[in-house]
């Protein structure tokens, strides 16, 4: 398997302008995970999925993070518009059945800069 | 709420020498508990998991970790210290669905 593969690697963008990080898990996982990680705050959950269903969204810092999940192979975690502060790496993963009991599997990370 | 401690955002170990992470977690209910690793520029990993069955689990790569409530602890072993362990190690704690990572142990191993 290819493991969770997430696109792109590195987005540098200029604030304001829309950014959307994609994401696919591993083929038959049920659960699909989005995190940030920065510096200031370490790894956050930020929204995960069940079956294409978002379930807990509370870790999404504002209305403008937005994510959906519109089959079982693709995810997007889209920022509009962006600031400075959104600079990190976002990570996406995925668990076969157990959800947050489960092993997790996440991708290489995509690290934004947003001048 | 929960939290995860983690004890020393940096340790330094000769190779060959044991290597000690500490985490702690805050609940009286005792939650699913994780390590994971993270190689640079890499997404983490799981190095091993605790799910309420023995009380010491074996993972990967040579590490375990014993859970232990009446300390509330899950600390991360290795007796010996490899130069590829370098990492930085996150312990992580799901408790009634709600998942927290901590804030890492970055591992130095020194020749």
Known sequence: DAGVIQSPRHEVTEMGQEVTLRC??????????????????????????????????????????????????????????????????????????????DTQYFGPGTRLTVL | AQSVTQLGSHVSVSEGALVLLRCNYSSSVPPYLFWYVQYPNQGLQLLLKYTSAATLVKGINGFEAEFKKSETSFHL??????????????????????????????LNVKP
């Not at chain 1, 959906?68 to 600079?87: G, H, V, W």
Request: charged fraction near 20%; charge should be neutral; proline fraction near 7%.
């Open chain 1, 24 to 101: 696919k898990p591993i083929s038959g996982h049920d659960y699909l995970f989005w995190y940030r990680q920065t510096m200031m705050r370490g790894l956050e959950l930020l929204i995960y999925f069940n079956n294409n269903v978002p379930i807990d969204d509370s870790g999404m810092p504002e209305d403008r993070f937005s994510a959906k999940m519109p089959n079982a192979s693709f995810s997007t975690l889209k920022i509009q518009p962006s600031e400075p502060r959104d600079s990190a790496v976002y990570f996406c993963a995925s668990s076969p059945r157990g959800g947050l009991a």
């Open chain 2, 77 to 106: 072993t290795k007796p010996s210290a490899h130069m590829s362990d370098a990492a930085e190690y996150f312990c992580a704690v799901n408790h009634f669905n709600k998942f927290y990572f901590g804030s890492g142990t970055k």
